[in-house]
């Protein structure tokens, strides 16, 4: 397997196939995990304090792990999806406890369409949705830059759906010129 990026690692979730080239390979922005730390350190916080004055028991202690346990979810889940383009599919890997694995080929793209937020587009990321034939929807989630991401599944799919005209130049002047001939023997006897 060739790569365009050097510094990107073969994706062992993904089976490649000869040829196979990874044009794009990242994952979710981690900073989305950051509302569910601030929940999980206030929480904690607020816990600590309600024992310190008397509030509340010091058995409550306990509940620590109930209020840190979303944030450490949402971690496990960011940092367990991954997204890769090939020069011939689009593929997602999602699941902490699971693995969900989809992949869809390239040529069966219909349409790409990027979502951001406002500060998803202040800051510079959004959710880029590959729509297939068949009505499925791959969804590249909180990625950075998702502009170029779009365009470059769309020149990857324009390369493969036949946006480049097959056979060299002496062969179409062939085919001209034998078309040519019929229309001049078309001509010759009507």
């Known amino acids: 397997m060739q790569r365009d990026d050097p510094s990107t690692s073969d994706p062992s979730w993904l089976p490649?196939?000869?040829?196979?080239?990874?044009?794009?390979?990242?994952?979710?922005?981690?900073?989305?995990?950051?509302?569910w730390v601030a929940v999980a350190i206030v929480g904690t916080v607020i816990l600590l304090a309600a024992i310190?004055?008397?509030v509340l028991p010091v058995l409550a202690i306990a509940g620590i792990?109930?209020?840190?346990?979303?944030?450490?979810?949402?971690?496990?889940?960011?940092?367990?999806t991954a997204f890769v383009v090939t020069n011939e599919v689009a593929a997602t890997r999602r699941g902490v406890?699971?693995?969900?694995?989809?992949?869809?080929?390239?040529?069966?793209?219909?349409?790409?369409?990027?979502?951001?937020?406002?500060?998803?587009r202040f800051v510079g990321y959004g959710t880029v949705t590959i729509e297939t034939a068949g009505?499925?929807?791959?969804?590249?989630?909180?990625?950075?830059?998702?502009?170029?991401i779009r365009d470059r599944l769309e020149t990857e799919r324009?390369?493969?759906t036949g946006s480049e005209i097959p056979g060299?130049?002496?062969?179409?002047?062939?085919?001209?010129?034998?078309?040519?001939?019929?229309?001049?023997?078309?001509e010759r006897n009507p």
Do not use: C, H, M
Request: proline share 6%; charged share 30%.
């Open 16 to 35: 490649l196939e000869e040829g196979d080239r990874v044009r794009w390979q990242a994952g979710p922005r981690i900073q989305t995990v950051l509302p």
């Open 52 to 54: 310190a004055v008397e």
């Open 65 to 80: 792990p109930a209020v840190v346990a979303p944030a450490l979810w949402q971690y496990a889940r960011v940092s367990r």
């Open 97 to 120: 406890l699971g693995r969900t694995v989809r992949v869809v080929s390239l040529e069966r793209i219909q349409n790409t369409t990027i979502e951001q937020d406002p500060i998803g």
């Open 135 to 148: 009505g499925r929807a791959l969804r590249f989630r909180n990625i950075e830059e998702p502009g170029k």
């Open 158 to 160: 324009e390369r493969l």
């Open 168 to 186: 060299g130049r002496d062969q179409w002047e062939a085919v001209l010129a034998e078309v040519q001939e019929w229309r001049r023997g078309l």
